[in-house]
C-alpha cells in the first residue's frame, strides 16, 4: 500500500528494436551452422527447406527412423529435391495427435520439429496439408499487413485468425520461426533460448522426470528445466556427439529395437537414462573400438545410476509424487479457457462452524475481541467531521489520525486513506457473525451501517466518507502525488456495506444496501462527468493510483439492484477494468512485472465477475493466466506468498524468483527475458559486442547487482534492494486477495493442485500474521530473510491495536473473521463434478461436496440434506502424520429430503494432498481400508495430489478416516541461476519450515537426497495436557548443520518472536523430480 504509481517507459520503437534483434540472431545461429556443415549441391529452385531448422536436422537425414520425415520436410538441406516420389514412399502422411491443429495455429511445429513433423506431419505441412506454405500462399485481406504491423501474428487472441488469414504477412509461409528463435514469455524458461547456452538440459534429473512423464504433464515447466530430454529443443552439430561407425550387422543386444532409438539417442537419452535405453535402443555399440569403449562406458554409467537411485530410495524412504509447482504447472498447461460458469461454488459461510480447541478457531476468537474491543464512535469521528456532524472523544491514530478542531490538509498522504479501516471493520464484523452466530457482532455492523447512512444524508449529495470531496478533485486534475489513493478507500466502504447486506439479517442488511445504492449513483455520475469533460485516455491514466477492487464491488451491486442502479454499478465497473493490465494478460503476456501487487489482484476477481455479469468468456483468460505467472513465476518457495516492498519484481530483474530484487534491466518487451539469461550465464563478457548492441541495460545491471548484492553466507532472500534489510517481503494484503483468486478460480476448474495452493497461502501467509496472545496486533509483511524476526518487521514489527490501522490490519480482520471460508464446495445435482483433467458431463449426477480445507469445523450442507463433522489433528507423541476424519448425521431441517441418504445417495470428494507421504497415507470408510485401488464400489482410486471420490447412499454416523503422512521435504527457490540451485525452502506438510538461528545463515550438511532421513521430530506436545491433537505451535524438528552443531526448526506460522532463516543451503546441488 506504499505507492502504486510507478514511471513507463516509452516503447514506441520496441517492437522494430526487437524485430531486429531477432533477425540478427536468427542470421548468427544459420552463418556458425554453415561454418561447420558446407553447403550441399545446389538444389532444383523449386526446392526448399519447410523451415530453417533443417539446418540443425542434417545429422538425421540419413537415420532410419527420420529418413523418411525429414527427405520430406527438408529436402534441400538432406539433399533429396530429386526424388520427391521416393522420399514419400516410406512416410505415412497423416495426423496422430487430436491436438495437432491446435498446434499449427499457435505456431508450434518448429519448437520440436522430430516430434510434432512426425505426430502432426499434416497440420504442420510436412506433405503439403496445414500449416500454410508453399508458392500459393496469399494473404485473404487487404489490412493484413497493418494488422501484423501492429503485432496480431503473435498475440494469443488474434494468432490462430492470422495465421489462416493473413498467412503471407506472418510468415507462416515461411514456416514461422525456427527452432533457435526464443521460447514464449511466461512460464516457459529461457534454458533453450539463442544465446541462452543451447540445447541443453539444467537439471541432473531431466531424464528421470522424463521417465516419470514429466515432460507431457508438467510441460512449460519441464520446457524450462529439461529442454533437451523433453525434445523442446534441436541441438545444434556441435552438441551432438560424433556420430560413430556402424558395422554392417547388429546382434540381437546391439540393435535398435524400437522406431524412436535415434531421436532418444540425439536427445541424450543413453547418458542420461542407460539402462532403460540399453533395453530399447544400441546406444552405438555396433561397431568400432570407439563405440567399444562408449559402450563400456554407458554399462558403467548404468551400474552407477542405479547406485545412485537405490541410495537415494533409501535414504528418502520410497518414491513420492511430484512438488506442488509441478502439480500447479501441470494445471496451467493443462488448460486452455475456464468454463463460463462456476461448477462448485463455496458453501455459505453462515453454514460453516469452527471447532474450539484448533488453532483457527483460536486465532478467529482473539480476532473477535479486537472487533469487540473498537469503540465506533472513535471510528468513526472523520466521517462525522466531513458530514458536518458533531464528533465527540477522540479519533484513533495511525492511518486512521485525524485532528480535532480543524481539518488537516487533504495532501498529508494518510488523510487520503483514512476510512479505509472503517470499511474493512464493517466487512469483518458482518463476516465474523455470519462465521459464528455471535449477536453483539451483528448489532456492532447495524450501528456502523446507520450512522453512515446519517453521514450520507447529512452530505446531501450520496458522498461519504473520512475526508473532503476536494481530495477527488485533486486526483481529476492529475496532482497524483497530492493524494495516495482515495478510490482505495472507496472501495473499502462500499464493499463492507455489501457485505453487510449479504451477512446481516432485517432493517441492517436492506439498509447497508440501500445506502450502496446511492454511494454508487454519486460515484458514477462523478466518474461520467470526469471521462466527457477530459476524455477516456484522462480517466484510464487516474487509474495509475491504487483503487482496490471496485469493479468486483460494482458487478457484485449490479446483480442485487434494479435497472437504474444497475447501470450505475455497471458503467462503474467497466470504468475501473484497467485495459493495460487485463489486455496483456488475455494475449498471454506478462502484464505482473513491475506492478504494485496489491492493485492488481483485485482486478483479476473482477475480470472474473466480468465474464459472470456481462457474459464476457476472454475476460476469464486474464486471471487464470494470470494466476499461473504469479504461482509459477513470481511465488517465494515455501509459502507461495509473493511481493517485495509492495510490488512484483520489474521486467528483467530476476522475474519470477525468490531473489527479489528492485534493480530494473531491460524495459525492451521483446528481448528482456533472453538478455536477462544470456547476462546471467556470462554472455556478457563471452560475447561482449552481440551484448553492448542489444542488452547493455541487462549488462550494466548485473555488473551493479553482483557489486550491491547482500548475500548471507547460509542463504535465504538472497538477492535484495541494496537499501532494504529483507523484511519487506509478502505483504500480507497479497495473501488476502491472492486467496479470493484461488478461490475463484477452484469453483470454475476444481483441481487440488488449486486446493493444495490455497493451504499453502492460507497457512503461511495468514496465519502467521496474528499475535497469538494480544488482540490487535498484527504485522504489515512477512519477513522471509536471513536472521530476521517478526517483531522487526516493516512498520518496526507488530502494529499497536488503536494505532496502526494498516491496510494489512484491514485485510486481516476480514481473514481471520471468516477462516471458514473455501473449505467446502458444493457442486449441485445435474451437474457431473469434474475431477481432474474432466470435464463436466451428466446431467443426472447427484450433488456433490468437495472437503477441500482441513479446519476443524463442523458445514451444513443443506444440498446433500448433511451435517458434517470435520477433525484435524497432529498425531501426538511423534507428530508423523496429519489426522483428518469426518462424520456425517442426517440434516432434518434440510428443505428437501436428504439426498445423501436416499437411494441416489450423493457423492463426498475428499483432498488427499500433495504433500502426503504415500507410503504413510491411509484412507477408510466406517473402519473398512480403501487403497489405491479403490476399496469400495463408488469409490476412486486414492492417490496424493488427487481428490478422492466416495460415492454411496450415506448413513446417520458413518464415518470416514484419512492418515496422512508427514516427512521434511525440499523445494527449490524460483531462481534457475546457478549460484542459487542449493537454496531451498523446508516444509512439513503445508508447513514452511523456519531455522531458529542468532546468526544470519543456515547451512546444513544434509543433502537433497539426506534431508528427510537426517531430519527428526524433536518436540511434539499438545498445547493444553488433555488435548488430542499436538500443537503444530509446539512442534520442533532437529537438523544437523554444515557446522557440526544441532539447528533447530519449527513452523514459520508459529513463529513470533523468534529470530530465523526462511531458507536453507543444502551440501548438494541436484534438485529432485520428486520431494
Known amino acids: 500500500m506504499l505507492s502504486s504509481r510507478r514511471a513507463r517507459a516509452p516503447r514506441g520503437a520496441l517492437p522494430r528494436l526487437g524485430a531486429i534483434a531477432a533477425a540478427l540472431w536468427l542470421v548468427l545461429t544459420l552463418l556458425s551452422l554453415r561454418a561447420l556443415h558446407a553447403d550441399p549441391p545446389a538444389p532444383p529452385a523449386a526446392c526448399a527447406d519447410l523451415s530453417p531448422a533443417c539446418a540443425a536436422l542434417e545429422p538425421k537425414c540419413a537415420a532410419a527412423p527420420t529418413a523418411a520425415l525429414l527427405q520430406l520436410a527438408c529436402p534441400r538441406t538432406c539433399r533429396a529435391c530429386d526424388a520427391p516420389t521416393r522420399r ?38 510436412v506433405c503439403g496439408g496445414g500449416g500454410g506454405g508453399g508458392a500459393g500462399c496469399a494473404d485473404a485481406r487487404a489490412d493484413c499487413a497493418a494488422r501484423a504491423a501492429r503485432g496480431e501474428c503473435r498475440a494469443a487472441a488474434s494468432r490462430a485468425a492470422m495465421a489462416r488469414e493473413c498467412a503471407k504477412a506472418c510468415g507462416s509461409c515461411q514456416r514461422r520461426q525456427p527452432a533457435a528463435a526464443a521460447p514464449p514469455r511466461g512460464m516457459r524458461g529461457v534454458a533453450a533460448a539463442a544465446g541462452g547456452g543451447g540445447c541443453r538440459d539444467t537439471r541432473r534429473a531431466c531424464a528421470a522426470w522424463r521417465r ?217 464484523l458482518a463476516l465474523a457473525y455470519s462465521s459464528g452466530g455471535d449477536v453483539r457482532l451483528a448489532a456492532r455492523a447495524a450501528l456502523v451501517v446507520r450512522e453512515l447512512e446519517r453521514c450520507q444524508q447529512a452530505a446531501g449529495t450520496g458522498f461519504i466518507s473520512a475526508w473532503p470531496e476536494e481530495v477527488f478533485d485533486t486526483l481529476e486534475a492529475g496532482n497524483f502525488a497530492d493524494v495516495w489513493a482515495p478510490w482505495y478507500t472507496v472501495h473499502k466502504i462500499l464493499a463492507g456495506l455489501l457485505d453487510a447486506h449479504a451477512h446481516l439479517h432485517g432493517d441492517g442488511a436492506a439498509v447497508a444496501l440501500r445506502v450502496a445504492r446511492k454511494y454508487v449513483a454519486y460515484l458514477a455520475r462523478r466518474v461520467r462527468r470526469l471521462i466527457a469533460a477530459q476524455g477516456d485516455e484522462w480517466w484510464q491514466a487516474t487509474l495509475e493510483v491504487e483503487f482496490g477492487g471496485i469493479a468486483e464491488a460494482a458487478y457484485r451491486l449490479h446483480a442485487l439492484s434494479p435497472n437504474e442502479t444497475a ?3 455497471l458503467h462503474l465497473a467497466r470504468a475501473f477494468t484497467k485495459r493495460d493490465f487485463i489486455g496483456p494478460l488475455s494475449n498471454g503476456e506478462d502484464a505482473l512485472a513491475g506492478r504494485h501487487a496489491n492493485t492488481h489482484l483485485p482486478l483479476l476477481v473482477s475480470a472474473s465477475r466480468a465474464a459472470d455479469v456481462e457474459g464476457d468468456d476472454e475476460m476469464l483468460t486474464a486471471p487464470m493466466h494470470a494466476y499461473c505467472l504469479l504461482q509459477l513465476g513470481y511465488a517465494y518457495a515455501g509459502s507461495a506468498g509473493s511481493s517485495v516492498n509492495e510490488h512484483w519484481p520489474p521486467r528483467g530483474a530476476s522475474t519470477g524468483r525468490a531473489t ?57 532472500v538472497t538477492v535484495v534492494p541494496a537499501d532494504s534489510d529483507a523484511l519487506h517481503t509478502q505483504e500480507s494484503c497479497t495473501q488476502y486477495n491472492a486467496l479470493k483468486l484461488n478461490a475463484e478460480l477452484f469453483s470454475r476448474q476444481p483441481h487440488a493442485a488449486l486446493a493444495d495452493a490455497f493451504e499453502r497461502k492460507l497457512i503461511n501467509g495468514v496465519m502467521g500474521i496474528q499475535h497469538p496472545q494480544h488482540p490487535g496486533e498484527m504485522i504489515y509483511m512477512m519477513p522471509l530473510g536471513a536472521g530476521v524476526s517478526k517483531e522487526r518487521s516493516n512498520m518496526a514489527g507488530f502494529g499497536a491495536p488503536d494505532g496502526a490501522f494498516w491496510c494489512c490490519y484491514g ?83 434440510a428443505e428437501r429430503p436428504p439426498s445423501c441418504f436416499s ?23 466406517n473402519g473398512a481400508p480403501l487403497d489405491e485401488r479403490g476399496g469400495e464400489a463408488g469409490a476412486s482410486v486414492v492417490r496424493v495430489g488427487e481428490f478422492v471420490r466416495l460415492h454411496r447412499r450415506w ?12 516427512y521434511v521435504y525440499v523445494e527449490p527457490l524460483n ?101
Not at 242 to 255: F, K, L, Q, W
Not at 955 to 966: I, M, N, Q
Open 955 to 966: 448413513s446417520d454416523g458413518d464415518r470416514v478416516a484419512a492418515r496422512f503422512g508427514l
Open 88 to 125: 514419400a514412399a516410406g512416410f505415412r502422411c497423416a495426423d496422430a495427435r487430436p491436438e495437432c491443429e491446435e498446434i499449427a495455429r499457435s505456431g508450434r511445429c518448429d519448437a520440436r520439429p522430430l516430434a510434432f513433423w512426425r505426430d502432426c506431419p499434416r497440420a504442420c505441412g
Open 660 to 716: 527479489r530484487t528492485l534493480f530494473t534491466l531491460d524495459d525492451r518487451e521483446d528481448l528482456a527475458d533472453d538478455c536477462e539469461a544470456m547476462a546471467d550465464d556470462g554472455e556478457c563478457e563471452r560475447a561482449a559486442p552481440y551484448m553492448e548492441a542489444h542488452c547493455a541495460a541487462s549488462c550494466a545491471a548485473r555488473r551493479l547487482k553482483e557489486g550491491a548484492q547482500v548475500v548471507p553466507p547460509g542463504g535465504g
Open 212 to 428: 516419470e512423464g514429466e515432460c507431457e504433464r508438467s510441460r512449460e515447466l519441464m520446457g524450462k528445466l529439461c529442454a533437451r530430454s523433453c525434445g523442446e529443443c534441436v541441438p545444434t552439430p556441435e552438441e551432438e556427439l560424433p556420430p560413430e561407425p556402424r558395422r554392417a550387422a547388429c546382434s540381437a543386444e546391439e540393435a535398435d529395437v524400437h522406431e524412436d532409438c535415434a531421436d532418444w539417442a540425439a536427445a541424450g537419452e543413453c547418458e542420461h537414462s542407460p539402462r532403460a535405453m540399453a533395453a530399447a535402443c544400441g546406444c552405438g555399440r555396433c561397431g568400432g573400438s570407439g563405440a567399444a569403449r562408449r559402450a563400456e562406458a554407458l554399462e558403467a554409467a548404468a551400474a552407477a545410476e542405479e547406485e545412485e537411485e537405490k541410495a537415494g530410495e533409501k535414504a528418502a524412504g520410497g518414491g513420492v509424487p511430484p512438488q506442488l509447482h509441478l502439480r500447479l504447472a501441470e494445471w496451467c498447461t493443462a488448460r486452455r479457457s475456464l468454463p463460463a460458469h462456476p461448477v462448485a461454488r463455496g458453501v455459505e459461510l453462515r453454514q460453516v462452524r469452527l471447532t474450539p480447541g484448533s488453532e483457527f478457531y483460536a486465532a478467529q476468537q482473539l480476532n473477535t475481541a479486537y472487533l469487540l474491543d473498537l469503540s465506533v464512535p472513535r471510528l468513526l469521528w472523520s466521517f462525522y467531521a466531513t458530514a458536518g456532524l458533531p464528533a465527540d472523544g477522540e479519533p484513533y491514530g495511525g492511518w486512521e489520525e485525524a485532528e480535532k478542531g480543524g481539518w488537516p490538509d487533504p495532501r498529508t498522504p494518510t488523510r487520503t486513506l483514512r476510512g479505509h479501516f472503517v470499511g474493512h471493520y464493517l466487512s469483518a
Open 567 to 569: 447501470a450505475d454499478a
Open 811 to 893: 485485510t486481516g480482520i476480514e481473514s481471520f473473521a471468516k477462516l471458514g471460508d473455501n473449505a467446502y464446495f458444493e457442486t449441485p445435482a445435474g451437474i457431473d463434478a469434474p475431477l481432474a483433467d474432466a470435464e463436466v458431463g451428466s446431467h443426472s449426477a447427484p450433488p456433490t461436496l468437495w472437503v477441500s480445507q482441513f479446519i476443524p469445523s463442523s458445514v451444513r450442507w443443506r444440498g446433500g440434506g448433511v451435517l458434517l463433522h470435520l477433525t484435524r489433528d497432529l498425531a501426538v507423541g511423534a507428530c508423523d502424520a496429519l489426522l483428518v476424519a469426518f462424520t456425517l448425521a442426517e440434516l432434518h431441517e
Open 975 to 1075: 531462481d534457475w541461476r546457478p549460484q542459487f540451485r542449493d537454496t531451498y525452502a523446508l516444509l512439513y506438510g503445508p508447513y514452511m519450515l523456519v531455522g531458529l538461528v542468532a546468526r544470519d545463515e543456515m547451512a546444513l550438511a544434509a543433502t537433497v537426497d539426506t534431508v528427510r532421513s537426517s531430519t527428526h521430530v524433536s518436540e511434539c506436545k499438545p498445547a493444553r495436557p488433555d488435548d488430542a491433537s499436538a500443537s503444530w505451535a509446539n512442534l520442533r524438528l532437529e537438523t544437523r548443520a554444515a557446522d557440526g552443531k544441532t539447528s533447530v526448526l519449527m513452523a514459520l506460522s508459529a513463529a513470533v518472536e523468534q529470530q530465523y532463516t526462511a531458507y536453507f543451503r543444502l551440501a548438494s546441488t541436484k534438485v529432485p523430480g520428486s520431494h
Open 903 to 925: 437411494a441416489r445417495g450423493c457423492t463426498i470428494l475428499l483432498r488427499v494432498p500433495s504433500w502426503a507421504d504415500p507410503a504413510a497415507t491411509a484412507l477408510t470408510v
